[in-house]
Nanobody, 116 residues
Framework: VQLQASGGGLVQAGGSLRLSCAAS????????MGWFRQAPGKEREFVAA????????RYVDSVKGRFTISRDNAKNTVYLQMNSLKFEDTAVYYC??????????WGKGTQVTVSS
């Protein structure tokens, strides 16, 4: 599966952005999908994930209550709605896909910059 993330940009602290990740292939629904991010000078970290059916969303503690992951299998797309953005959310965001516990498929990142 090939993944293409979009929707990043520059936003003020407290603002919102919605990231999208479009996937190729007819079997999108069998993949667990996730979002990761990497800030300058830091390691890539897990942000959120969702199962193939759209259930079982999970989040890193730092974004709980502010970010929402969702997917539309008819559109082969996974979303990350980001509200109440903070300066520390600034990073390159990547979407990823997995059929098991291994994130085997990665898209190119999209830059999110939050100004304080």
């Amino acid at each position: 599966v090939q993944l293409q993330a979009s929707g990043g940009g520059l936003v003020q602290a407290g603002g919102s952005l919605r990231l999208s990740c479009a996937a190729s292939g007819r079997t999108f629904r069998i993949y667990n999908m996730g979002w990761f991010r990497q800030a300058p000078g830091k390691e890539r970290e897990f942000v959120a994930a969702i199962s193939g059916s759209g259930g079982m969303p999970r989040y890193v503690d730092s974004v709980k209550g502010r970010f929402t992951i969702s997917r539309d299998n008819a559109k082969n797309t996974v979303y990350l709605q980001m509200n109440s953005l903070k300066f520390e959310d600034t990073a390159v965001y990547y979407c990823a896909g997995a059929q098991s516990t291994i994130w085997a498929y990665w898209g190119k990142g999209t830059q999110v910059t939050v100004s304080s």
